[in-house]
């Protein structure tokens, strides 16, 4: 069974920073490419970054190019999230998602989730 | 980056009619990679269909996409009532990555 556990959210300062973290199980964590979404309170879901399975390549929404990272440790099944320069408008609960596989951007399995509140 | 507009915004109807809905894309959307998914309250979103027309693990024949050009549609066929619920398309075939605003599809 897949598992997705995210941690690192909490409450922060516009301008401040926070390091998102995603434990994986149940799968070839390596192989699969991954992906954070995210989603404001009772708002609709906002793709965020999305990284393949070695870690080569990354992507970035437009709102968040420049501000975050992603990466991932292969050897430790987790993936993360930088993230800079917050602003009031990424408080949000934050998602990893996997990937269904094949190159395909589209996520199968989903965390709970972490919630991220930018406010002074 | 491709903007996703998805229609009506809710969609109130009985259980056991068609449902569909539709998602239009700004731009053409590289080998119409165009997902659907299903988000119920207090829930995480599950993927119902990917590639525009391709049935996700476990999703019932019920359920079926289409293209054509830059729209795309989704269909249930039957509606039940484990079907309402929030459905958000999203393209996976240009980055970056988008998501539509989501379809509300309630009881009527």
């Known amino acids: 069974e897949v598992q997705l556990l995210e941690s690192g959210g909490g409450l922060v300062q516009p301008g401040g920073s926070l390091r998102l973290s995603c434990v994986a199980s149940?799968?070839?964590?390596?192989?699969?490419?991954m992906t954070w979404v995210r989603q404001a309170p009772g708002k609709g879901l906002e793709w965020v970054s999305g990284?393949?399975?070695?870690?080569?390549?990354?992507y970035y929404a437009d709102s968040v190019k420049g501000r975050f990272t992603i990466s991932r440790d292969n050897s430790r099944n987790t993936l993360y999230l930088q993230m800079n320069s917050l602003r009031a408008e990424d408080t949000a609960v934050y998602h990893c998602?996997?990937?269904?596989?094949?190159?395909?951007?589209?996520?199968?399995?989903w965390g709970q989730g972490t919630l991220v509140t930018v406010s002074s | 980056e491709i903007v996703l507009t998805q229609s009506p915004g809710t969609l109130s109807l009985s259980p056991g009619e068609r449902a569909t809905l539709s998602c239009r894309a700004s731009?053409?959307?590289?080998?119409?990679?165009l997902a659907w998914y299903q988000q119920k309250p207090g829930q995480t979103p599950r993927l119902v269909i990917y590639?525009?027309?391709s049935r996700a693990t476990g999703i019932p024949d019920r359920f079926s996409g289409s293209a054509s050009g830059t729209d795309f549609t989704l269909t249930i066929s039957r509606l039940e009532p484990e079907d309402f619920a929030v459905y958000y398309c999203?393209?996976?075939?240009?980055?970056?990555?988008?998501f539509g605003p989501g379809t509300k599809v309630d009881i009527k």
């Open positions: 731009q053409s959307v590289n080998g119409n990679y």
């Open positions: 990284i393949s399975g070695s870690g080569d390549n990354t």
């Open positions: 999203q393209q996976h075939g240009n980055t970056p990555f988008t």
């Open positions: 590639g525009a027309s």
């Open positions: 998602a996997k990937t269904i596989g094949s190159g395909w951007y589209c996520f199968d399995d």
């Open positions: 149940g799968f070839t964590y390596n192989i699969y490419a």
